[in-house]
Nanobody, 123 residues
Framework: VQLVESGGGSVQPGGSLRLSCVAS????????MVWFRQAPGQERVGVARIHRHGSTTYAHSVQGRFTISRDNAKNTLYLQMDSLKPEDSAVYYC???????????????????WGQGTQVTVS
């Protein structure tokens, strides 16, 4: 399975971006998917998760501003980011967990597939 992110860029505070992550293969719909981000000098952290059945979980820092969604017909994961803040600046990665046992901040070794990342800069 290959994951390819797109949609990153530079935006002013208060602006919006939508990230996309396209998955190869025919098993995407069975995976739980997560968006992670990593700022320079910081650990990679999970920001939003969507279960194979569609339920969602968000980190407190993005709750109410970010929306994760998926289109299984297009093998695509999305992250709509609104009301962006400078502290949202990071490289954003999508990741796939076939087991659906991992969460935003545990079981990170269960994320078997990762994208290459897309840069988001808010300034």
């Amino acid at each position: 399975v290959q994951l390819v992110e797109s949609g990153g860029g530079s935006v002013q505070p208060g602006g919006s971006l939508r990230l996309s992550c396209v998955a190869s293969g025919d098993t995407y719909s069975s995976y739980c998917m997560v968006w992670f981000r990593q700022a320079p000098g910081q650990e990679r952290v999970g920001v939003a998760r969507i279960h194979r059945h569609g339920s969602t979980t968000y980190a407190h820092s993005v709750q109410g501003r970010f929306t994760i969604s998926r289109d299984n017909a297009k093998n695509t994961l999305y992250l709509q980011m609104d009301s962006l803040k400078p502290e949202d600046s990071a490289v954003y990665y999508c990741a796939a967990d076939p087991s659906c046992l991992a969460g935003l901040d545990y079981g990170l070794g269960l994320y078997e597939y990762w994208g290459q990342g897309t840069q988001v800069t808010v300034s």
